[in-house]
């Protein structure tokens, strides 16, 4: 009888699970009773909407231990490493505390208001720029 040579180590029944529902991230909800252990690798894999929803649905149950890593990663990822860093920065100098998902979110409002403001600066010039190319004519 011939033995399987495959060096290769099997996925434990954990693993693969853990595998399925990161294959189906989207299709999660509440994860309230879930051990850290599991949800710490399925979170880490989750982008912005689906933490949004898994948070939203999970009732009871703060998820913040587990996903501030998560939110910090992709303020690094979306902001840029040098501004996470600053915020670090001075968080330490202020001693103070925040969730990641909290900066994140003040971070992105303040990217979008600031696109916002450009626009309405690209707008007023073009209309300037119109009022002068018709004045001149």
Do not use: H
């Given at each position: 009888?011939?033995?399987?040579?495959?060096?290769?180590?099997?996925?434990?029944?954990?693993?693969?699970?853990?595998?399925?529902?990161?294959?189906?991230?989207?299709?999660?909800?509440?994860?309230?009773?879930?051990?850290?252990?599991?949800?710490?690798?399925i979170l880490s894999q989750c982008t912005i909407q689906q933490l949004i929803h898994i948070e939203e649905s999970t009732k009871g149950r703060d998820l913040s231990e587990i996903t501030d890593e998560v939110?910090?990663?992709s303020y690094q990822t979306d902001f840029g490493v040098i501004s996470a860093s600053l915020v670090i920065e001075r968080i330490h100098e202020n001693n103070v505390s925040y969730k990641w998902k909290i900066l994140y979110e003040a971070k992105k409002k303040d990217v979008?208001?600031?696109?916002?403001?450009?626009?309405?600066?690209q707008k007023t010039?073009?209309?300037?720029?119109?009022?002068?190319?018709?004045?001149?004519?």
């Open positions: 009888m011939a033995r399987n040579t495959n060096k290769k180590n099997p996925s434990s029944l954990i693993n693969q699970c853990i595998k399925k529902v990161i294959d189906n991230l989207g299709y999660l909800g509440d994860v309230g009773d879930t051990e850290i252990l599991l949800l710490d690798p939110w910090k990663r979008e208001d600031k696109m916002r403001d450009m626009e309405d600066t010039c073009l209309t300037i720029k119109e009022f002068k190319r018709l004045v001149i004519e």
